[in-house]
């Protein structure tokens, strides 16, 4: 092993012991050092690293800066060790990732949604997603975190929910509101009721006793938005906007209370499983409503000093 590839293996070894799973890094870098022994580099230059970032071919550049990403990485660490290194800019494709404005769902909407959900057929897949919609606007839980709950991670009595494989393979415990439990658990009489015999440990069930998919959830929703006039040609609801709008209504009940939002946000971004704190904070510009309560607490600190 070279010197260069032993270096790169304690680089994912630190990470991966501070709990990142570096998938991605994990397939590149291996590659990235090939190419630059390949070139006869014992060290890492921005001009070997954007030429290897550029390898991909018929790629969007978001891709050739993932992989620039990838390296930027291992120089910051290579840099520590090997001062001859050079750590590329992030900026040299120009390319950056924009996140979508989510739909902000109203609360008359999400009825609707339900009251839609509960009138599907067979009774199972009506019950199942009457309950499966219900929690994901009342928790702000990931789809794959809902449809992967196993019967033993779900804690009615408790008010917990535990998400043993949220994203990033991180764990969290999520407290339900005795109004969501209680509705969870006439679901889960419901669903033992129609299925006695279920073919997956899953708390939700499809119609046929197996564990939802997640493309036959994503599918559902759109075929209900279509029937209740809420999606359009330019307007498309995802089910993963009831995690943004659950997000930004907690914003706006912290803003019209007059709570310190700051003091709280580290608060919502650990319940929401995010892993950096930013994610969270992207929350604040997301909805007009709540970028004017902000702007209005402002000006009710400082207006007068003016």
């Not at 650990?270 to 950096?276: E, Q, S």
Request: hydrophobic share 45%; charged share 20%; net charge positive.
């Amino acid at each position: 092993m070279s010197e260069l590839a032993r270096h790169m293996a304690d680089y994912l070894t630190l990470r991966r012991a501070l709990g990142f799973t570096l998938e991605q890094e994990g397939r590149e870098l291996p590659q990235l050092v090939a190419y630059l022994e390949a070139a006869g580099s014992a060290t890492l230059t921005t001009e070997l690293a954007i030429a290897w970032a550029r390898l991909p071919q018929r790629v969007q550049p978001i891709r050739w800066a993932h992989r620039l990403g990838s390296a930027r990485g291992f120089a910051r660490y290579l840099a520590t060790i090997d001062p001859a290194t050079e750590v590329p800019p992030h900026d040299v494709f120009g390319a950056r990732v924009v996140r979508p404005a989510p739909y902000l769902w109203a609360e008359a909407e999400i009825r609707r949604l339900l009251e839609a959900a509960r009138a599907l057929r067979p009774p199972l897949r009506a019950a199942t997603y009457e309950a499966l919609f219900g929690l994901l606007a009342v928790s702000g839980m990931r789809l794959g975190e809902a449809i992967g709950l196993e019967r033993d991670a779900v804690d009615l009595d408790a008010g917990v929910l535990t998400i043993r494989e949220a994203k990033f393979h991180r764990a969290r415990l999520v407290p339900l509101h005795p109004s969501a439990a209680a509705a969870l658990r006439a679901y889960a009489a419901r669903r033992d009721q129609l299925c006695p015999r279920p073919r997956a440990r899953t708390f939700f069930l499809s119609s046929v006793g197996t564990a939802p998919l997640a493309r036959e959830v994503q599918h559902t929703m759109s075929q209900i938005t279509v029937t209740l006039g809420l999606r359009t040609p330019t307007v498309r609801p995802r089910l993963h906007d009831l995690r943004h709008s659950f997000a930004i209504q907690t914003l706006i009940d912290w803003q019209r209370s007059g709570a310190d939002v700051g003091a709280r946000m580290a608060a919502l971004s650990t319940y929401l499983g995010h892993v950096n704190p930013a994610g969270t904070y992207w929350y604040l510009s997301a909805a007009p409503e709540l970028m004017e309560l902000a702007a209005a607490r402002l000006d009710r600190r400082f207006g007068g000093s003016r």
